[in-house]
């Protein structure tokens, strides 16, 4: 769950320009996705066409919750929000934005129960309510002269400085504020709305929330509010804004939350500066913000202390870690030599699947995991797991992998299974996992087949039959066979908790519930001989780890106290030891215990999960609340549910290109890609599958009139569609050359259209863009500059004005990754080629093929150091043009080698590469409480570039132009931007070992 700008807009303002229209995956959702529009008085929802019926009751209670929390909140409904509900991914999430436009998303997959948005009843309602306060917090622009600007200009999202100041001056300032403010109180919307009598009451209530503030604790330190950030870089990284906002609203709440609705702090908040968030409760508290938040800080510490006094009533569980500190881990199965096999998501590292050894040693499997989901295994080593390989195409679904005895693997048919199980009897398999089912309907199902030989006899597949339903009650989870019988056990949960149910295959409706808690049971394992079962609870307010007998239903025996939290619990094949997935404060972490019931704690403690924080109200007196109108109030209980589609209209199709609205528009210094002083605009549909974009304003070189105006298209599944039409200033830095040896600039007018086709699969790790284009341009040259080289003899190869017609082709591909503690992507590959053929009548016409790839090698990333490799090569053939040209130096030149300002040659080919090592001088990773500003590292970096243009072909008779030097950045955070300025000095070996300083403010490859 987070608050969000909209990224794909980002994108649009590069993507829908003259020769960059890649038709890229600028929507929101996956290409070609239907969708229905449900209308009430305050809604517009966009939903799955498929499942638009079975979500009506949905979208009446999400009105009815919008219409409660703006009362409360004292907030105004002007017109309708549009709400989207998706069903892309096969996890649960949501964000919500106003900028450019107010949109809240929910998604409608379910949480799986060891996540801390885990509700085991109805994410979609807690879920809906944390992005309606989102929305109802940041939709608020009370201040005159910017709710004015907002009204005139619209949202805007910045792209040059103009616009900058623009957003600076028109943006609803809460907006702004710090991100744990925001998720902090969307958080004590879903726990305050939550009934308190609830197992699911809201993560303000969660066992996997106090769970961090008590290992913080343990360790005698809850992170300062400088810490609180998206971009934190230790565990848990940026979930930090959630924690600690709750624990800071959690305690406003209870110190002051009788008298004081805290949708009045929300409201003052409002009404501060941009990115001013201190002084706000100074007037309605009397006192700022960080003094507030030390207090809440010094109380959690004594609340958490006193907890862990009550868990350490009773022998603790001491284990040993055998996974990497600051790695997530999923739930491991056993291999016959005795080693685990998990996945494991390090710090520095993309998810993998990993051994470990008894004594920590662990190894490479080869297999990606994606999904962090959980592993089964068999005594034999027959493995089975889930994974969403999100490599190329994010919006894939799970799906099932068998991984055999002798190393071998294959993929089970079927989509959006999770959390499997299956059982082998020599050839003949039994398979039973979750299903994700359209409007987020989790399913039960099973399916059986035999182990044939692959193609050609090379390895195994499993041919498997139809997936069956096994009936239910309330929510499955969990799923796992028990050894030696014909039965199948799993986990429901519903409103009031959550219950342990075993059943014959062969007849479901024979159930036997063997434990019910209040609250999470997590992953169920057998013994090897399916006499005892291993399974995860929280219902004490710590998850730990339980032993039951089949034979004896509700008697449940404790085998952990963990003062952290225990998510599994995995006997091994010879039943001496039990592997468990435990935390610490420095993450999840793998360890092994033994299975001896003398080892084990005789009783595990119960804490309360407090709700609000238990600290005293203050009495102190504070300054009355200013008047508004309406007036924010306490929150009120939630109206019960009510069954039907009451309020909600019929739902009818969406279709993209009616639903074009305008977004904004503002003044900007890049009225067209070339730059001019104008405004430029947007419009899109509410999930921007289209785009429009539009400038119009002067040229930066001559001040004639330009513009632009583009569109582009993912409405369809498999392609994208762009256009564009175009009057624009084009420079040439010292392309003109006379006899005299002196060079000149010169500006050309173009005026053109073009027309795209093509697709781009952007994913987790990797993604990769195409597209041809058509299109025809007029230049001709701007009167005025001539001047400059009358009366001499023009040498240089002459310049074209006329008609050209061409196609473009483009292939990009990325495969590059952030990490936490990086400066820049690093472990990944690009690649960039681009294909053009110009017809300019007559007999001139004009071939370019231009590449460029890059490798960054993550040589130390514990100490954030890189080798960077970078080449190009350009090919050039038909007539002479300069426009056409490739270039060493100047503007317009090659961007190698650095260090040559003033252009110093031309030609038809073109080869460079660089070589450069990247480290942190200073890995400072300091933030200045609650500002938006921190400093996180200093970089520098050495080089060696070199390049060559020649008149024959790449690497031709040409001169070599080479320097050498370094670079030193300074790497910032600035709200949600960061940025790294920095200088460099370059020794310049065909300018007779000329030092060259410069200034740049972005990384060269």
């Known amino acids: 769950m987070r608050r969000a700008i909209v990224p794909a807009l980002l994108a649009v303002l590069a993507t829908t320009v003259p020769g960059q229209m890649w038709g890229s995956d600028s929507a929101l959702t996956a290409p070609g996705t239907s969708y229905a529009v449900i209308d009430t008085d305050h809604l517009r929802a966009l939903v799955p066409r498929e499942a638009a019926e079975q979500l009506r009751p949905v979208v009446a209670r999400a009105e009815a919750l919008y219409v409660h929390l703006a009362a ?37 997959a379910p949480a799986l129960p060891e996540s801390a948005i885990f509700t085991g009843h109805d994410e979609l309602e807690r879920t809906i309510i944390h992005e309606l306060a989102h929305h109802i917090s940041n939709d608020r622009n009370p201040l005159g002269f910017r709710r004015f600007l907002d009204r005139v200009f619209g949202r805007v999202l910045p792209f040059d400085p103009l616009s900058l100041v623009v957003f600076y001056l028109a943006t609803p300032a809460h907006v702004t504020m710090p991100s744990f403010w925001h998720e902090g109180l969307a958080q004590w919307a879903e726990t305050t709305y939550a009934p308190a009598e609830s197992p699911w009451a809201g993560r303000g209530r969660d066992s996997l929330t106090h769970m961090i503030w008590r290992m913080d604790a343990a360790a005698g330190a809850v992170p300062p509010v400088s810490d609180w950030r998206p971009s934190y870089h230790h565990w848990p990284y940026g979930s930090r804004v959630y924690h600690y906002g709750l624990a800071y609203t959690r305690w406003l709440e209870a110190a002051y939350g009788r008298n004081l609705p805290f949708w009045a702090l929300v409201e003052q908040q409002s009404h501060q500066w941009f990115l001013s968030f201190q002084s706000a409760t100074k007037d309605t508290i009397g006192v700022r913000h960080q003094r507030l938040i030390d207090r809440a800080r010094a109380d959690l510490l004594t609340e958490q202390g006193k907890q862990l006094a009550i868990l350490r009533s009773q022998p603790v569980t001491n284990t040993k870690r055998l996974t990497p500190v600051e790695a997530t881990v999923a739930a491991p199965a056993w291999l016959p030599d005795g080693r685990l096999v998990a996945a494991i998501n390090g710090r520095f590292d993309l998810p993998t699947q990993r051994t470990i050894s008894a004594d920590g040693q662990i190894d490479g499997t080869g297999r990606t995991a994606w999904s962090m989901g959980g592993i089964r295994g068999l005594p034999d080593g027959t493995c089975i797991y889930g994974e969403t390989d999100g490599s190329n195409d994010p919006w894939v679904h799970s799906r099932l992998h068998v991984l055999f005895p002798d190393g071998g693997s294959t993929t089970l048919p079927g989509e959006r299974l999770l959390q499997p199980d299956l059982r082998r009897d020599g050839d003949t398999v039994q398979v039973v996992a979750l299903q994700l089912q359209p409007g987020g309907i989790t399913r039960l199902v099973q399916a059986s087949g035999a182990i044939r030989n692959g193609f050609l006899g090379i390895g195994k597949r499993v041919d498997l039959g139809a997936w069956a339903a096994v009936p239910v009650e309330g929510r499955p989870w969990s799923p796992t066979f028990r050894p030696g019988t014909g039965e199948l056990l799993w986990v429901e949960t519903d409103a009031k908790g959550s219950r342990l149910v075993l059943a014959p295959l062969a007849d479901p409706a024979k159930r036997t519930v ?45 085998v952990t106290n963990t003062l952290g939290g225990v998510l599994a619990c995995v006997p091994s094949p010879d039943g001496k030891t039990l592997a468990i997935l435990d935390h610490d404060r420095q993450g999840p972490f793998l360890a092994r215990i033994a299975n001896d019931p003398a080892t084990w704690p005789p009783a595990v403690p119960e804490i309360d999960l407090a709700w609000p924080a238990p600290v005293a109200q203050d009495t102190a007196a504070r300054p009355p609340l200013p008047e508004r109108h309406p007036q924010p109030q306490l929150a009120r209980p939630l109206p019960p549910p009510v069954e039907g589609v009451a309020g909600t209209e019929a739902p009818r199709p969406y279709w993209s290109l009616p639903n074009v609205r305008p977004l904004f528009w503002t003044p900007t210094t890049v009225a067209t890609p070339e730059g001019g002083f104008g405004v430029a605009g947007y419009a899109a549909d509410p999930l921007f599958k289209e785009v429009a974009a539009g400038g119009a304003g002067f040229g930066l ?143 001139l016409d004009h071939n370019r093929l231009f590449g460029t790839a890059t490798k960054v ?121 960061r940025i790294a300025p920095g200088i460099g000095a370059a020794h310049l070996f065909q300018k007779h070992g000329e030092i060259s300083p410069y200034f740049t403010l972005a990384f060269q490859w």
């Open 72 to 108: 409360d909140a004292g907030f105004v409904i002007q017109e309708r929000l549009t709400l989207w509900f998706s069903d892309d991914a096969d996890s649960h999430n949501g964000f919500s934005t106003v900028i450019p436009r107010p949109l809240v998303n929910i998604q409608l």
């Open 857 to 977: 090698i993550s040589t130390w990333p514990r100490l954030g150091q890189q080798l960077v490799l970078g080449g190009l090569v350009g090919v050039g053939a038909g007539d002479p043009l300069p426009q056409g040209r490739f270039s060493i130096g100047g503007a317009t030149g090659l961007g190698l080698p650095r260090g040559y300002n003033d252009l110093e040659a031309t030609g038809d080919h073109a080869l460079a590469w660089s070589a450069a090592y990247r480290f942190s001088v200073l890995p400072a990773f300091t933030w200045f409480g609650t500002t938006p500003f921190g400093f996180r590292q200093l970089i520098g970096e050495v080089f060696y570039d070199a390049a060559m243009v020649s008149e024959d072909h790449p690497g031709g008779h040409g001169k070599w132009y080479r320097s050498a030097g370094g670079e030193l950045r300074a790497e910032w955070e600035i709200w949600l931007i």
């Open 514 to 558: 063997l434990w019910t808690v209040k609250g999470r049971l997590l992953h169920p394992a057998w013994s090897a001989d399916g006499s005892q079962l291993f399974v995860c609870a929280d219902h004490t307010g710590v998850a730990n780890a339980w032993r039951l007998d089949p034979a004896k239903p509700g008697v449940a025996v404790p």
């Open 701 to 843: 070189a001559k001040g004639t009139p330009v513009g632009f105006a583009a569109w582009s298209s993912s409405a369809l599944e498999w392609v994208q569609l762009a256009g564009a039409a175009w009057r624009t200033e084009r420079a040439y830095g010292d392309q003109v050359v006379t006899a005299d040896g002196q060079r000149h600039a010169y500006v050309e007018r173009a005026t053109g259209a073009q027309a795209a086709i093509g697709t781009g699969l952007a994913g987790f790790k990797r993604r990769w863009f195409g597209y041809v284009a058509l299109g025809t341009e007029y230049s001709k040259q701007i009167p005025g500059l001539e001047n400059d080289w009358d009366n001499q003899a023009v040498i240089s190869a002459p310049r074209f004005s006329g008609r050209e017609d061409y196609v473009e082709g483009v292939l990009a591909y990325d495969d590059t990754t952030f990490f936490p503690t990086s400066y820049a992507f690093e472990d990944g590959d690009t690649l960039i080629v681009k294909a053009r053929h110009s017809d300019m009548g007559g007999e």
